[in-house]
Every structure is written in structure tokens, then in C-alpha cells.
């Protein structure tokens, strides 16, 4: 069993996974709005990941003999400008999550649960990979700006993505 700080700590981090599937979630219906199908796919699979993060948590929660306690979940943004700002926000979000996830790893540190560093590697060493996914995406409209037959090629490979 993890110490109650520990258990307030990772119940919230299981609360922003939740609210990350819900905004990749929104940010995939702007794009199908937008006639993006391949990015609101990519955006909906990422949804998807992301509440398998959260339920990641929730089954280590219930192995360690803590509680699970749901919060609330606001609303995520909806209005986008346009895809750049979406891709821009998603890196923008994805960094706060990694500043959490490194601020919880202080914390099993100072409490001395082992068991949870070993957990929060495995959230660290995705959120590497997260980022250096999203930052690819967002060079990559940078780079071909608004030429919208690059982003309609862009958005085919998006589509291509595989759960
Ligand atoms: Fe965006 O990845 Fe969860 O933690």
C-alpha cells in the first residue's frame, strides 16, 4: 500500500490522463469537422492512449491495495484557429505532462516507493516519445505552411496510423 500523499498524488495524475484522451478527443472532432480525417483518426487513437494511461494507473491503484477516486473532468478546449494551433496546444499539453509526471517522480522519491518509480519510468520514458512525436507533426506543417495539397498528403499518412 502507498503512502495517502502518494495516493492523493497519482489519483490526480490518473485525472489528467483521463482529461488528455478528452481533449485529443475534441481535437479530433474539430479536425473531422475540418474534413482532416486522417489527423482527427490520429487524434482519436491518441484519445484512446491516453485513457489507456489512465486506466494503467487505476489498475496499479487497485494491485496496491489503494483507493481510486475519480475526479472531475472539465472541459477541454474545442475552437481552434487552425490544425497548426491544434498540433501546437498538443505539444503545448504534452509538456505539462511530462513537468507532472517528473514532479511525481520527486515526490515517490521523497516518500520512498520504489513500486511507483518503476511505473513512472515507463510514463516518462512515453512522454519522450509523445513529444518527439507531436514536435515531427508540428515541423512538419510548419514547413509546408498552408499549401493545402501537402496537408491533404499529410493528412492521408496521418490516416495511416494503427492502434
Ligand atoms: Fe500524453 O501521455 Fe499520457 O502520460
Given at each position: ?5 502518494m495516493?492523493?498524488a497519482?489519483?490526480?495524475q ?84 511530462t513537468a507532472l509526471l517528473h514532479r511525481l517522480y520527486e515526490l515517490t522519491m521523497k516518500e520512498?516507493d520504489?513500486?511507483s518509480q518503476g511505473i513512472l519510468q515507463w510514463y516518462i520514458?512515453?512522454q ?36
Amino acid at each position: 500500500m502507498m503512502t495517502k500523499k502518494m495516493e492523493q498524488a497519482i489519483n490526480d495524475q490518473m485525472q489528467k490522463e483521463f482529461y488528455s484522451s478528452y481533449l485529443y478527443l475534441s481535437m479530433s472532432a474539430y479536425c473531422y469537422e475540418n474534413n482532416l480525417k486522417g489527423f482527427g483518426h490520429w487524434m482519436k487513437l491518441q484519445s484512446q492512449e491516453e485513457t489507456s494511461h489512465g486506466m494503467k494507473f487505476y489498475e496499479y491503484m487497485i494491485a496496491r491495495g489503494n483507493r481510486v477516486l475519480l475526479e472531475p473532468i472539465e472541459q477541454p478546449p474545442h475552437a481552434f484557429k487552425s490544425l497548426t494551433e491544434v498540433i501546437q496546444k498538443s505539444l503545448e499539453h504534452e509538456k505539462k505532462v511530462t513537468a507532472l509526471l517528473h514532479r511525481l517522480y520527486e515526490l515517490t522519491m521523497k516518500e520512498k516507493d520504489y513500486a511507483s518509480q518503476g511505473i513512472l519510468q515507463w510514463y516518462i520514458n512515453e512522454q519522450v516519445e509523445e513529444e518527439a512525436t507531436v514536435n515531427e507533426i508540428l515541423q512538419k506543417l510548419k514547413l509546408i505552411s498552408d499549401k493545402s495539397s501537402a496537408i491533404l498528403y499529410l493528412d492521408k499518412e496521418m490516416g495511416k496510423r494503427a492502434p
